[in-house]
């Protein structure tokens, strides 16, 4: 597929409040690790090949394993995530699907983060979703990422 419309082609400014949301979000409690997860799982959800691209390579950098990456699509039925990572999944599930949270993921929630974590949650879930809505459009071509360079400055 061809890219329709380049981030360079959009006016001045136009991610400055989604990268200033992301680096609020990186400077909070919840682990990268957890983040990473976050936007990957949505990133699936959404079928946004290049934050799917871009965020298992920064997962993987990070230490992700293979096997937790792509038991995503899984993850309810795979041994390998924490109960607060399944908390926060099924978060991320419910509100890229539905946009909804039910009050068992919420107390799920509530047994692992403090209200403030839960909200960095929630704002990190919107975010991705957001750029995963972006990319629909815009269509970038997946691949191209590179992590050792700063994703913040390189989405732009």
Known sequence: MEPRITFKETRKGYLDGLMKLAQHIATGTISNTLQ????IRASFINSCAPCIDMHIKDAMQNGETIQRITGLNAWEEAPYYTPAERAVLALTDSLT???????????????????????????????????????????????????????FEQAV
Do not use: M, W
């Not at 960095?120 to 360079?149: H, Q, S």
């Open 97 to 151: 699907k539905h946009c909804k949270a039910s009050d068992e993921t919420y107390a799920n929630l509530q047994e692992h983060f403090t209200k403030e974590e839960i909200a960095d949650i929630t704002l990190l879930i919107g975010v991705i979703n957001t750029f995963n809505r972006i990319n629909a459009v815009f269509r970038p071509t997946p691949g191209l990422y590179e992590p050792a360079k700063n994703k």
């Open 36 to 39: 990473e997860l976050i936007k």
